[in-house]
């Protein structure tokens, strides 16, 4: 399991856009060709190490709460496993306290090393504590 907790210098109404508008998603995350958040709602895209295999990510919306929390399934195509990554925001103050969490990675083959926890917890910290913040400091710059 990985599990992230973040406070992010930005109302908690411009992270829940970050992490479900796509067009916002397309600048930290992954360029999603749609996402809609809405419970059945399915997604896909191809991410992998730039100089490795790219994997077909087929990702389905279980659980939305508006402004607080978006669940999705995350498995990949052709590989056995299913795990699920869950958003949570909670309003601090002027700012928003971002709890990740990814469960299930043990269900991925234990002999395709692309799925080991490591690898997970490299991309999440890079995607949250890099990617995301960088992101919504420059939108924060420019919109507020």
């Given at each position: 399991?990985v599990?992230?907790?973040?406070i992010?210098?930005?109302?908690?109404?411009?992270?829940?856009?970050?992490?479900?508008?796509?067009?916002?998603m397309?600048?930290?995350?992954?360029?999603l060709?749609?996402?809609?958040?809405?419970?059945?709602?399915?997604?896909?895209?191809?991410?992998g190490?730039?100089?490795?295999?790219?994997?077909?990510?087929?990702c389905?919306?279980?659980e939305?709460?508006?402004?607080?929390?978006?669940?999705?399934?995350?498995?990949?195509?052709?590989y056995?496993?299913?795990?699920?990554?869950?958003?949570?925001?909670?309003?601090?103050?002027?700012?928003t306290?971002?709890?990740?969490t990814?469960?299930g990675?043990?269900?991925?083959?234990a002999?395709?090393?692309?799925?080991a926890?490591?690898?997970?917890?490299?991309g999440?910290n890079?995607?949250?504590n890099i990617?995301?913040?960088e992101?919504?400091?420059?939108?924060?710059?420019?919109?507020?």
């Open positions: 399991m599990q992230l907790e973040k992010v210098q930005a109302p908690i109404h411009l992270v829940w856009k970050a992490i479900t508008d796509k067009n916002e397309k600048q930290w995350y992954f360029d060709a749609e996402f809609i958040p809405q419970v059945g709602f399915e997604f896909k895209f191809k991410g190490h730039e100089d490795g295999v790219q994997y077909l990510h087929v389905e919306i279980t939305v709460i508006i402004g607080k929390k978006l669940t999705y399934s995350w498995r990949y195509d052709g056995e496993g299913i795990s699920y990554v869950s958003f949570e925001l909670f309003e601090e103050g002027a700012n306290k971002l709890k990740l990814h469960t990675l043990e269900t991925f083959p002999t395709n090393k692309d799925f926890e490591e690898n997970f917890v490299a999440w890079h995607f949250i990617s995301l913040i992101f919504l400091n420059k939108k924060e710059n420019v919109t507020e």
